[in-house]
Structure formats: structure tokens, C-alpha cells
């Protein structure tokens, strides 16, 4: 047997971890979130999937940059696309899903997405020059951390040209604790629409707490978190290299899932020293825990007795 001092550790993002969130209804938080007067609009830059005819109907835009990386069901993404009918996915579009999913989850695409207030939605031609679609990225007011903002504004049911027939809702996305908010401004008369999240195969989706289809009305607001910090798995190679005891030992172990920055966070290492086999693998389960500090937190001192 063997006591080994870890000094360091780097731990490397993988491609998938296991996510669950608690879903909640929180208050709205509409006036503040908010972004008609001052994102980056995108209502011209729709256009067909897989072509360059624009659309404001049934198109799609992307991919938009996060220009931080946010952990959506385990998985690490700095881009994102809009459908004009009330979706954020974070793999490229092929369609604007005009017909919504009859639940969630629902393995058919659209996967990998937000449904915010996901139906037939669109701008005409005729509609109000009020109705627009716009993002935003900014430091935010949770934990000082980065965030991003889609919003459909005063966007219409498909075929309505009527400000009874206006939708507005805001998603925002923080970075330091992956969760996802959806803040509902005035909705149309006919706001049964869909909302919830769904993984990247279509496996587990979570529905608004209302259930699939909202009906309760307008002043809403949703809030998706992770229920326990971002899963991710430590692994050693097969066979550790040689160690001295009583000496320091550097090692670098490699990570799957989760979201860089990490912070150790197995309650089964001591400050009294973690027995390794002599031989063979070492597995322990973490947690990718977001950022929370100006600076990094070292990982636990396994210490010789």
C-alpha cells in the first residue's frame, strides 16, 4: 500500500456528465431583465434553415456567441441558436420547429434546447415594427458572473398582426450556477404555448412547473437549476506512476463532464491522508462546482499519516 501527497491537481473537461435541476416557479422579474432597449438585435439575420432566403416566419439564426461557457445537462457550450418560434437550442437548427413536441422529453428534434414559449410564432410582414429578437451578454447581478439573455419582443402568433396577439418573453443563462430563468412580459390572448429544457438525446427534459403546456397566463417566471453542482467523474489511468512516501506528489487526473473551473469535492478525502491501491484504478466521484470566488480553491491535501 501506498500514501501519496497530492500537491496539485488539473482536472480536464470530457464530453458528458449526468445533470438533473429542480424546477421552480420564482417571482417575475420581467421590467428588470428586460433587454429592448439595449441588446443586439437579430430580427434581420433570420433565415430559412440551410439557406441564406430570409425568413421572420419559420427561421432560424445562429450560431451566437455566449462568450462564456455554460453547462447545460452536463455538457459545455459557448454558442447557441434562436428559432423564431420561441426556442434556444445549443446544436444547429435544421428546422424552426413550428409545431411544438407533444411532451418532454421527446426524443424527435429539436434536442438539446430551451423551449421558452415554444409554438407557431413569427413576424409578418404586417406586424408592428415593435416585434423583434434580441440577445445580450453582460456581467450580471448573480454572483458577478457572466449571463445571457435571449428575448422575443412583442413577437406575434403566426398569421397576427394584432397587439392582442403579442408575445413577450425574456430566457436569461448564468454562467456561475448554470441555471436558466424564463421571465414571460405580455402574453397574446392564445399563450398556450410550451416550455421546459430537454438534453442532448431527446432522454430527459424537464417541463415548467405548470407542467408541458402553459396555461396559467402572463407574469410568469421559471427558474431550471442544477440540483447538485455539475456531475463529473475522476479517473486514474490504470496503474498510478511510482510515488515516494512521504515526498510530494504531483498528479493530474482527467475529468468527464462538467464545466471548468473545478473544485474537489469528495467528502471521503481527509487532511489525514487517502489510502491508494498499490496497483490498479482509483476512482472517485466529484463535483464541478461554478466559479463562486475571484480565485480558484486548491483541492483537497492528501497527506501522508
Known amino acids: 500500500m501506498r500514501y501519496l501527497i497530492l500537491i496539485a491537481a488539473t482536472l480536464a473537461a470530457g464530453a458528458l456528465g449526468a445533470q438533473t435541476y429542480t424546477v421552480t416557479q420564482i417571482t417575475n422579474d420581467f421590467a428588470a431583465k428586460n433587454i429592448v432597449s439595449y441588446g443586439t438585435g437579430v430580427t434581420g439575420s433570420f433565415t430559412a434553415p440551410g439557406s441564406s432566403t430570409p425568413d421572420t416566419d419559420d427561421g432560424v439564426v445562429g450560431p451566437v456567441n455566449l462568450n462564456f461557457n455554460f453547462d447545460f445537462f452536463g455538457q459545455s457550450y459557448n454558442q447557441c441558436y434562436i428559432s423564431t418560434n420561441g426556442l434556444v437550442s445549443f446544436d444547429p437548427l435544421t428546422s424552426s420547429y413550428p409545431t411544438p413536441a407533444a411532451s418532454v422529453p421527446d426524443a424527435a428534434g429539436p434536442n438539446n434546447c430551451i423551449a421558452a414559449a415554444w409554438k407557431d410564432l413569427g413576424r409578418q410582414p404586417l406586424s408592428q415594427n415593435s416585434s423583434a429578437v434580441q440577445y445580450y451578454t453582460d456581467i450580471g447581478t448573480q454572483l458577478g458572473a457572466w449571463e445571457f439573455r435571449v428575448q422575443w419582443t412583442d413577437w406575434p402568433d403566426h398569421g397576427q398582426t394584432a397587439q392582442s396577439a403579442m408575445n413577450t418573453v425574456v ?135
Open 171 to 305: 430566457v436569461c443563462m448564468y454562467q456561475a450556477t448554470g441555471d436558466i430563468e424564463i421571465h414571460f412580459g405580455p402574453l397574446s390572448a392564445t399563450y398556450n404555448f410550451c416550455c421546459g429544457i430537454e438534453n442532448a438525446n431527446g432522454t430527459v427534459g424537464y417541463a415548467g412547473p405548470g407542467g408541458w403546456v402553459v396555461t396559467a397566463g402572463p407574469n410568469m417566471a421559471y427558474r431550471f437549476s442544477p440540483a447538485s453542482g455539475q456531475a463529473l467523474q475522476i479517473t486514474s489511468p490504470a496503474t498510478l506512476p511510482a510515488g515516494t512516501e512521504g515526498q510530494a506528489y504531483s498528479y493530474t487526473f482527467q475529468a468527464t463532464g462538467g464545466t471548468a473551473p473545478y473544485y474537489w469535492y469528495d467528502a471521503s478525502i481527509t487532511t489525514t491522508g487517502q489510502l491508494l491501491p498499490a496497483a490498479g484504478a482509483w476512482t472517485r466521484t466529484g463535483t464541478s462546482r461554478p466559479p463562486r470566488r475571484t480565485s480558484s480553491r486548491a483541492p483537497t491535501p492528501l497527506t501522508s499519516p
